[in-house]
Every structure is written in C-alpha cells, then in structure tokens.
C-alpha cells in the first residue's frame, strides 16, 4: 500500500468506545517527553475522567533534540523536558505519581541486549503492580530510531508477558504519500476525543523546548512541524492492532 492510502485508512478506521481499547489501566510507552500527549493526549484524558488513569512511561531523557545550545545543555535540557511532561499530564488530568522516567539516553535506546531486556522486565514488574491491561507503543511505522525501540518493548511484552497491545502513530503521519509500504488494510480503531481535543492541545503545548521559542540558539535544533500538529490534534486518535 502506498501511504496516502494507509493514511485514509486510518482517519476511516472505526469509532469505538474507551472501554473497547482501554478496559483497565492503561500502560503508555512514549519514546520522548511529547509523544504521550501527540499520540494518547486525547486516552489520557478520557481514561482520567473515567476514574482509570493510566500508567505513562517516558523511555528518554530527552536531552538530543538541540545538542549544540550552549544555554541549554543536556543537564539543564533534561530536567526541562520532565518537567514539561508533568505539566502536559497534568493538564490532561494525571498525577506525578502515575508518571515514570526511564531516563534512557535520547536517539541511542537500545533496540536488543542485555539493557533492551533489563527495560522490558523493568516495564513487565509497573504493569503487575498496576494492574495494567494494555500496552500502548508507538506505531513501528514511526520513522525514528527511538521510536522503534519503544515499539520493541511493546511487542517484547506482549510476547513475553501475554499484555495486549496498541500501537499509536506518530510520526508516520508524515511518511510520503507516495512511499510504498509493505503491508495490507491496517487494522485498528478509532477513539473520538472531541471532548478533550482542548486539552490535548494545552498539553501538547506545554512542551515548549519542542516549539522553538524557547531554545534559540541552536538552529539545527529540532522544532515540531505544523504539519505533525495538524496530523495529530484532531478530533480522534488512532490504535493500530500489532
């Protein structure tokens, strides 16, 4: 399928309940500080006013998206990056506590090995404790390298641990659309998030180091494109079966 077309799939994929695609508490694997509230901005919220909130896990620290700022070093870029994802969660409703940091370095998670399984089992133990039913990982569509190391967890748990399991795209909103990808119809659902599309967008602003105002000396910093916002704070969010 070309990617146009995926992409039409997946604004026609059906409308479902939350308690369809989230019955229980829900583990969120977001590769960087951003991805939770551009990908489940609009689940957090819901699963919070349904009295379910979930589990968010930020796998990086977050510290490469402007590696040549002098003002921001990655000391001072990490400790920015979590706090804005605690305030984009707790716009969304969530509370600190329901929040993890794995601190892994940015743009070099490990894919296999000895730390890839070491975080797995990490995440398998916070899905016990919790009581977690479904796993949400970024979509392995997502061209970046984190983002499909987060994917991996998420497949290495549902093998290794029988925990179902989500994927939300990201930044396969933007793959070429005349890119052809090796795969059939997709397969997933839809969540209307009308309600909470507001919200959604205040947490996602609320990661500024990302829009760059904040950090501007570093023009090969990264920026999010206007193009990934219109893509992603709409009006539903989409869940791909694995």
């Not at 894919?111 to 016990?128: I, K, N, S, T, Y």
Request: glycine share 6%; hydrophobic share 45%; charged share 15%.
């Amino acid at each position: 399928m070309k990617a146009a077309s995926v992409h039409a799939a997946w604004r026609n994929l059906p409308l479902v309940p939350l308690a369809a695609i989230a019955p229980g508490t829900a583990l969120i694997l977001a590769p960087h500080a951003d991805d939770e509230s551009l990908g489940c901005g609009g689940l957090i919220a819901a699963s919070c006013r349904a009295g379910r909130p979930p589990i968010v896990v930020i796998v990086t620290d977050g510290a490469a998206s402007h590696p040549h700022s002098r003002q921001w070093p990655a000391v001072r870029l990490r400790q920015q990056r979590r706090q804005e994802a605690l305030r984009a969660l707790a716009c969304l409703g969530l509370e600190p506590e329901r929040v993890v940091f794995l601190n892994q370095p940015d743009a070099s998670t490990a894919h296999e090995g000895p730390v890839f399984d070491h975080l797995v089992r990490e995440l398998a133990l916070l899905a016990a404790r919790h009581g977690c039913s479904t796993v949400f990982a970024p979509s392995p569509l997502d061209p970046h390298c984190d983002h499909e190391a987060v994917w991996k967890m998420g497949l290495a748990l549902h093998h290794r641990h029988a925990l179902p399991l989500l994927a939300y795209p990201v930044w396969g909103w933007l793959v070429a659309a005349e890119t052809a990808l090796d795969l059939g119809p997709p397969v997933g659902v839809r969540l209307d998030i009308t309600p909470y599309r507001a919200l959604k967008a205040r947490a996602v602003s609320a990661h500024e180091s990302q829009y760059g105002g904040l950090i501007t000396d570093d023009p090969t910093g990264f920026s999010l494109p206007a193009s990934l916002l219109a893509a992603l704070i709409t009006d539903f969010e989409v869940f791909l079966a694995p």
